[in-house]
């Protein structure tokens, strides 16, 4: 029913033992079906806490969360974990059989009612599709086909990057379904939130319905309440050099924009070249390792006395120095994922943008950065641009293709269209040409 409580938190805490940080700090909320909540703050407010607490991933230390009917919410992840080589319906399913009931579990029955919430949702897969043919977008896709099969109300996508959100979006609620957007896109909050929550800290700082008066304006100052003064871009090259360029590729991901990423990397060889790719949880971080790790992996050498064995003090002493003045906060007890993960993505920019080569491929960079490390990662990009490097930028935000791009080339359907220099090309043209719309002739 429209405005019935779906879930309620009143005054809920966390707190991690294993670092002493308070995630979620007296947080009080309510969404109401029929709304669309969408949840905004800098990296390690605390959303992704509150999103497991909803969830009932987590339990709180004190509060009280009360769920609907439907229990609690279901979770689509950034980032959803997933074995390469199953089926979408096996991943779906596992070793929960029960569309078929008991003894008469049916494979058939099985796919024939994923196949059809798949088919509701428009996805160009089927229940027989291998997890690791999909690109990132079909995998969130995949996990919510799996929150829909559930009967679940309250579904909770974290920085969705489905192709027609707004779509899809619309798509849930008419099937009485209550979203929460959890977004860094101030765009997405004030095209789609019926209600705009603000975290900092741990606490939310906002919330007010849409329609608010100066709500975009409310958004930013709540949002950059806290920024720190702007980080010193250390262990990059000072050398004069012949400026490079900043080239981006602008597509959207049904377009071909991974295949892209592919074609890119195999081309950039292994070494002195900088790569940071769209899924760097499963490709470009080792988890179980300390951030000083992650991060000095390629500097270990230097560290070595002429026996080989690392001057291990000096080596954690210089990475931690290192990760402090960029902004990063890792304790010394952290492991790399136990950062949060707008801190992973900016260690994994600073380590790329130090090596030596003169290339550097970004793919999706900005996915999980909230504003201010937006900046910082422009802010990496021109210095390397000064210093001659050519970098490569691949993205599906139009607007950040002509704020940040020398030089911009569409993408649609795989095939790359006429380069334009910055300054050449509107919001308008670019944004038709991704979507296959040849500007000049149908204008």
């Known amino acids: 029913m429209q405005g019935t409580p779906v879930i309620e938190l009143e005054n809920v805490s966390k707190t ?32 992704s806490t509150l999103a497991s607490l909803m969830s009932g991933v987590l339990k709180p230390d004190r509060g009280t969360i009360r769920f609907g009917e439907s229990g609690p919410a279901a979770l689509v992840h950034q980032k959803p974990s997933f074995g ?31 196949s059809a919430v798949l088919s509701h949702l428009g996805a160009v897969f089927s229940a027989h599709s291998l997890m690791g043919d999909l690109v990132p977008y079909q995998h969130q896709m995949v996990e ?27 798509l849930l609620k008419k099937g009485g379904l209550t979203p929460v957007l959890i977004t860094h896109k101030i765009q997405d909050a004030l095209l789609f939130g019926t209600r705009v929550i603000v975290m900092s ?16 304006e409310n958004i930013l100052k709540a949002l950059m309440a806290h920024k720190s003064s702007d980080p010193v871009l250390s262990g990059l090259g000072t050398e004069s050099r012949k400026e490079g360029i900043i080239r981006v590729i602008a597509g959207y991901h049904e377009s071909g924009l991974w295949d892209e990423e592919n074609l890119l990397a195999s081309r950039m060889g292994r070494g002195e070249n900088g790569y940071i790719p769209s899924v760097n949880r499963n490709r470009a971080m080792e988890s179980n390792w300390s951030p000083v790790d992650n991060l000095m992996i390629h500097h270990r050498q230097k560290y070595k006395t002429s026996l080989g064995f690392l001057r291990r003090r000096r080596y954690m002493d210089d990475g931690y120095r290192d990760l402090e003045k960029n902004g990063i906060v890792a304790r010394p007890q952290d492991l790399m994922k136990h950062l949060s993960g707008g ?66 080339i569409p993408l649609f359907n795989g095939k790359r269209g006429t380069p334009f220099k910055k300054g050449e090309c509107t919001l308008d043209q670019l944004t038709a040409l991704m979507g296959g719309v040849d500007y000049e002739k149908n204008t």
């Open 343 to 408: 801190n992973q993505k900016k260690l994994l920019l600073l380590r790329e943008f130090q090596r030596p080569g003169d290339k550097i491929l970004l793919s999706e960079p900005s996915t999980a950065l909230d504003l201010a490390n937006r900046e910082y990662l422009y802010g990496l990009m021109r210095k390397a641009k000064e210093e001659g490097k050519e970098i490569t930028l691949l993205t599906a935000d139009p607007e950040e293709a002509l704020a940040q791009g020398d030089e911009i």
């Open 84 to 114: 390469r080589n199953i089926s979408v319906s096996d991943m779906v399913f596992g070793g929960n059989r029960r569309i078929g009931g008991g003894f008469f579990y049916s494979v058939k029955k099985e796919r024939e009612k994923l």
């Open 201 to 216: 800290k741990g606490r939310v700082v906002l919330d007010e319905k849409q329609g608010s008066k100066g709500l975009k």
């Open 144 to 170: 919510l086909a799996e929150c829909l099969m559930e009967n679940k109300r309250l579904i909770i996508l974290d920085e969705p990057e489905f192709p027609r959100l707004a779509e899809l979006l619309e």
């Open 16 to 47: 991690f033992a294993m670092n002493g940080v308070t995630a979620c700090n007296d947080v009080s909320l309510t969404a109401n079906a029929g709304e669309t909540l969408v949840l905004m703050g800098e990296n390690g407010a605390g959303k």
